[in-house]
């Protein structure tokens, strides 16, 4: 790839390239600048911009810092460039950079060394360093790049900015790699707000909501509550961005319930985001029937306790607890789910007993800590047995009662009292739920259980 100069011819040449290939390092390489400087220090037919260009890329490869004083040493030679050279610089560098197959544009410290070096204040023609930049954002492979490229433009007053950044907004996926997550896509929509609103990018901001509308509708829950959802908010949409957040979540709408389409999950909504036109509370309506039967659904698997029948009894209690909800999320559940709730969990623990199935310790303190389950807490408390009978049902009490964080002072005495006639099965017990790592009051497992506290989880 050529370009034409003042009748000069700027081209690639590799055996340049080569020759500053295999410099291995740093001190090396300000030495070779200092001797290119002293040999090459006139204008010489496209030689010297191929020369800086390797010289540059050498930098990069070396991982030389952009303010260290090789970097100084390389802009030193630069500067005595004449304007054909210069303009020679910036049109060599992608293709020689390509044709070399160097992925500059990939990782963010070799493009900052990159995009430092192209100092705008080298060439005149601010058109060609426009075009220059502009060429560039078509390969940029990281959000950090990006940024970085469009501040260069914001420096030299591109007119082509705003829409470039508008561009981006919409094309979010371009990112390759962890923007296509929600964490990053969340850390861009932000960090593109700020931009927007310093240099007062209206046309962009209105498509930065737009794409905000349409993420809302499916994104996960988790990561929207970073995002602002309140007039109090400095980013949350107001005024003439509120119609614009709305047309990208009805877009979204639209295509999630369009002919022949089932929507399978649940939809983040807010009645406070949309404003009170006809088709905006039909959407409302279709949204709460919908999210109402994910609801449903969602209950429904927690009915089946019959299941754990068939469950190895290494895994009962962790699935067991696992059907369970927090004492909160059973407050959200409807009142005819709850009664089906406390029926269906009712009726399996009975089974357990009536089949002669000893509760652990564990699922014991699972019902015992949920105040919507008291109802149950004399029955699991009767398959304990007669703690002033039984030395084993004493000991179950004590350990329930610490995990609860009740009470356990009289148990203790009544069980000292008693230590000196336990049989050995009685003390085989006592060291399992005394002094044994990982069980009885030791277990690390019991205090540190994640309820499903929401029936969107």
Same mark, same amino acid.
């Given at each position: 790839?050529?370009?034409?100069?003042?009748?000069?011819?700027?081209?690639?040449?590799?055996?340049?390239?080569?020759?500053?290939?295999?410099?291995?390092?740093?001190?090396?390489?300000?030495?070779?600048?200092?001797?290119?400087?002293?040999?090459?220090?006139?204008?010489?037919?496209?030689?010297?911009?191929?020369?800086?260009?390797?010289?540059?890329?050498?930098?990069?490869?070396?991982?030389?810092?952009?303010?260290?004083?090789?970097?100084?040493?390389?802009?030193?030679?630069?500067?005595?460039?004449?304007?054909?050279?210069?303009?020679?610089?910036?049109?060599?560098?992608?293709?020689?950079?390509?044709?070399?197959?160097?992925?500059?544009?990939?990782?963010?410290?070799?493009?900052?060394?990159?995009?430092?070096?192209?100092?705008?204040?080298?060439?005149?023609?601010?058109?060609?360093?426009?075009?220059?930049?502009?060429?560039?954002?078509?390969?940029?492979?990281?959000?950090?790049?990006?940024?970085?490229?469009?501040?260069?433009?914001?420096?030299?007053?591109?007119?082509?900015?705003?829409?470039?950044?508008?561009?981006?907004?919409?094309?979010?996926?371009?990112?390759?790699?962890?923007?296509?997550?929600?964490?990053?896509?969340?850390?861009?929509?932000?960090?593109?707000?700020?931009?927007?609103?310093?240099?007062?990018?209206?046309?962009?901001?209105?498509?930065?909501?737009?794409?905000?509308?349409?993420?809302?509708?499916?994104?996960?829950?988790?990561?929207? *509550?970073? @995002?602002?959802?309140?007039?109090?908010?400095?980013?949350?949409?107001? /005024?003439?961005?509120? =119609? #614009?957040?709305? !047309?990208?979540?009805?877009?979204?709408?639209?295509?999630?319930?369009?002919?022949?389409?089932?929507?399978?999950?649940?939809?983040?909504?807010?009645?406070?985001?949309?404003?009170?036109?006809?088709?905006?509370?039909?959407?409302?309506?279709?949204?709460?029937?919908?999210?109402?039967?994910?609801?449903?659904?969602?209950?429904?698997?927690?009915?089946?306790?019959?299941?754990?029948?068939?469950?190895?009894?290494?895994?009962?209690?962790?699935?067991?607890?696992?059907?369970?909800?927090?004492?909160?999320?059973?407050?959200?559940?409807?009142?005819?789910?709850?009664?089906?709730?406390?029926?269906?969990?009712?009726?399996?623990?009975?089974?357990?007993?009536?089949?002669?199935?000893?509760?652990?310790?564990?699922?014991?303190?699972?019902?015992?800590?949920? *105040?919507? @389950?008291?109802?149950?807490?004399?029955?699991?408390?009767?398959?304990? /047995?007669?703690?002033? =009978? #039984?030395?084993? !049902?004493?000991?179950?009490?004590?350990?329930?009662?610490?995990?609860?964080?009740?009470?356990?002072?009289?148990y203790s005495k009544l069980l000292i009292g008693q230590i000196n006639q336990l049989g050995a099965k009685e003390k085989g017990y006592f060291k399992e739920m005394f002094l044994t790592q990982?069980?009885?009051?030791?277990?690390?497992?019991?205090?540190?259980?994640?309820?499903?506290?929401?029936?969107?989880?």
């Amino acid at each position: 790839m050529a370009l034409v100069i003042k009748n000069n011819i700027t081209a690639f040449d590799s055996s340049i390239f080569l020759k500053f290939d295999s410099i291995p390092r740093e001190n090396d390489l300000r030495e070779m600048i200092k001797d290119c400087c002293s040999k090459h220090h006139d204008e010489s037919g496209g030689q010297r911009p191929n020369i800086a260009l390797a010289l540059l890329r050498q930098q990069i490869k070396l991982r030389v810092k952009n303010n260290s004083d090789v970097a100084n040493a390389l802009r030193e030679f630069v500067i005595t460039f004449s304007q054909s050279e210069i303009e020679g610089l910036f049109s060599l560098a992608r293709p020689a950079f390509d044709e070399m197959q160097y992925e500059i544009l990939r990782y963010y410290e070799d493009f900052e060394s990159f995009i430092d070096f192209f100092d705008p204040s080298l060439i005149k023609d601010k058109s060609k360093l426009e075009a220059f930049l502009i060429d560039l954002l078509t390969d940029i492979w990281g959000e950090a790049n990006w940024f970085e490229l469009i501040r260069h433009l914001i420096s030299i007053k591109s007119k082509k900015t705003e829409e470039i950044v508008a561009n981006t907004i919409k094309d979010v996926e371009r990112f390759r790699g962890n923007l296509a997550e929600d964490y990053f896509r969340i850390n861009f929509y932000e960090d593109v707000f700020h931009l927007c609103k310093k240099h007062d990018y209206k046309d962009a901001m209105a498509v930065l909501f737009n794409e905000l509308g349409s993420y809302y509708f499916y994104a996960n829950g988790i990561y929207t *509550e970073s @995002l602002p959802n309140s007039k109090d908010d400095t980013m949350f949409w107001h /005024g003439s961005y509120a =119609k #614009d957040f709305e !047309a990208g979540y009805f877009s979204e709408f639209k295509e999630a319930f369009s002919k022949d389409k089932k929507y399978e999950y649940s939809i983040n909504f807010n009645k406070a985001w949309f404003s009170g036109n006809a088709k905006t509370q039909e959407m409302i309506e279709t949204i709460e029937k919908h999210n109402s039967k994910i609801k449903d659904e969602h209950y429904e698997g927690f009915l089946e306790f019959g299941r754990l029948h068939n469950i190895s009894e290494n895994d009962f209690v962790n699935h067991f607890y696992h059907h369970l909800f927090s004492n909160e999320g059973f407050s959200r559940m409807s009142q005819d789910y709850q009664v089906q709730f406390l029926e269906s969990i009712q009726e399996f623990i009975e089974s357990l007993i009536a089949d002669d199935v000893e509760i652990p310790l564990d699922m014991a303190y699972e019902i015992l800590s949920k *105040e919507y @389950l008291k109802g149950l807490h004399p029955m699991i408390y009767g398959t304990i /047995g007669d703690h002033n =009978k #039984d030395p084993i !049902a004493l000991m179950k009490r004590i350990v329930l009662a610490i995990y609860l964080g009740e009470e356990y002072k009289d148990y203790s005495k009544l069980l000292i009292g008693q230590i000196n006639q336990l049989g050995a099965k009685e003390k085989g017990y006592f060291k399992e739920m005394f002094l044994t790592q990982g069980a009885g009051i030791r277990s690390t497992g019991v205090m540190n259980r994640f309820y499903l506290d929401s029936v969107d989880d």
